[in-house]
């Protein structure tokens, strides 16, 4: 594919909020600004979205660090790498090489590589899932679709059971990932199962658990949850220690999913090395880009570990490079792949046609060039800085 004139960065906010706010273990999320990132070339536009949440997460930087970053050195250093390329927009593919190692850097570069990508895409005309190498008859037939579930304000076993089955009677997901912490777990989970003994269940616990500690939060009574054939148990300790991890999964028969602690694709490997996980929740914008989670999960595939795309409470246009991402071989679990109109206020989903090819618990990649189609203003929102590039710029 010829080289790509890059003309102009623009960077856009719009300050989104959750229909409800989703109580975890770590924290509560009901804010959700978003920033997207959009690169205009000789030949057209690409757009990039950020996955920052509001607040982070354990691991996570905030949103404004991440805008922040974004402003002052983002743009900047693709148009650096464009003018040393005599104005050529560098390859997505080198993206993540033009920034750091830290959380905040990651983000950035998900963020620029997935404007890139799609600029790539559209000039080229051929659709994300096909670049990652997605199969073709996997992109025909769809991905599965997970929810994800928080704790009830009222903490009530018949709440979480009620929200979880207008979901499973609409026949709108593949999977429901529980989030839970110590002294909510096994009683919520308990009744799930006895409500529906077919549906996939994941538990969350964001790393709210420590082994062998005294009290509720002991790691080990999570064997309780042993009989109730989840899917996994995620995250339940703190993500730093591989070593602790690898000696709960070896205690427990609930198969063990890292979140948090697979934070680079460093991180992945030496999980997987330890023997720390028996699934993965792998977030491209964590990782550093959609082209580094594709490594993970071959990598993860090679190992014999399971995968499941994670989410971000994206938008419908982020949303879709993750469905696109979840059809490559080792995903073996449903992603987080629900409509964003479901979670995000304002015309954000499928309903508004921002995430094409929902349909009931499965979603098509988006057949169309490029990442999806472009956000529109409403979602988008307003742009907050402009650099131009190439002559005069």
Same mark, same amino acid.
């Given at each position: ?19 409800? =706010?989703?109580? *975890?273990?770590?924290? %509560? ?15 057209? @536009? ?10 982070? *997460? ?27 390329? @005599?104005? !050529? ?30 600029? /790539? ?5 051929? =659709? ?44 709108? *997901? !593949? ?5 839970? @912490? ?15 003994? @077919? ?53 427990? /028969? ?42 993970? %999960?071959?990598?993860?595939? /090679? ?41 995000? /206020?304002?015309? %954000? ?29 409403? %979602? ?14």
């Amino acid at each position: 594919m010829a080289a790509l004139a890059l003309r102009l960065v623009e960077l856009y906010r719009a300050d989104l909020r959750l229909r409800s =706010p989703v109580v *975890t273990a770590a924290g %509560v999320h009901d804010l959700r600004p978003v920033a997207f990132v959009r690169v205009v070339t000789d030949t057209g @536009e690409g757009w990039g979205e950020c996955a920052a949440l509001a607040g982070g *997460t354990s691991v996570d930087p905030p949103f404004a660090s991440v805008l922040s970053a974004l402003e002052d050195a983002g743009a900047a250093r693709l148009i650096a790498a464009a003018s040393a390329r @005599e104005g !050529a927009l560098p390859a997505a593919s080198q993206v993540a090489a033009l920034f750091g190692s830290s959380p905040v850097a990651h983000v950035v570069a998900a963020t620029i590589e997935m404007a890139v990508l799609d600029a /790539e895409l559209r000039s080229s005309e051929v =659709p994300l899932w096909e670049r990652l190498g997605v199969d073709g008859a996997v992109a025909r037939a769809g991905v599965r679709v997970g929810h994800l579930v928080g704790i009830p304000g009222d903490r009530r076993a018949e709440t979480l059971v009620e929200r979880v089955g207008v979901l499973v009677r609409a026949g709108a *997901t !593949a999977r429901v990932r529980v989030k839970i @912490e110590p002294g909510w777990d096994v009683e919520p989970l308990r009744a799930l199962r006895t409500a529906f003994p @077919e549906l996939a269940l994941q538990a969350d616990a964001n790393g709210s658990y420590r082994l062998d500690a005294p009290g509720p939060d002991d790691a080990t009574r999570l064997s309780a949850l042993d009989g109730l054939s989840l899917d996994c148990v995620e995250q339940p300790l703190q993500p730093g220690d591989l070593a602790a991890l690898a000696q709960l999964a070896a205690r427990l /028969e609930t198969p063990l999913a890292l979140d948090e602690s697979l934070s680079s694709l460093r991180r992945v490997r030496d999980a997987l090395r330890y023997g720390a996980c028996d699934v993965a929740c792998l977030k491209p914008a964590r990782l550093g880009g959609l082209l580094r989670a594709r490594a993970a %999960v071959a990598a993860c595939r /090679e190992a014999g570990v399971g995968a499941f795309v994670g989410g971000f409470f994206e938008t419908g246009f982020a949303r879709s490079a993750d469905a696109a991402l979840a059809g490559l071989p080792g995903f073996t679990l449903a992603g987080d792949l629900s409509d964003p109109g479901e979670y995000l /206020e304002g015309p %954000v989903g499928a309903s508004s046609g921002a995430y094409p090819g929902l349909e009931g618990a499965v979603v098509r990649p988006y057949g169309g060039p490029g990442v999806a189609p472009a956000p529109t203003p409403a %979602v988008a929102g307003v742009p907050v800085r402009r650099w131009l590039a190439g002559p005069g710029g």
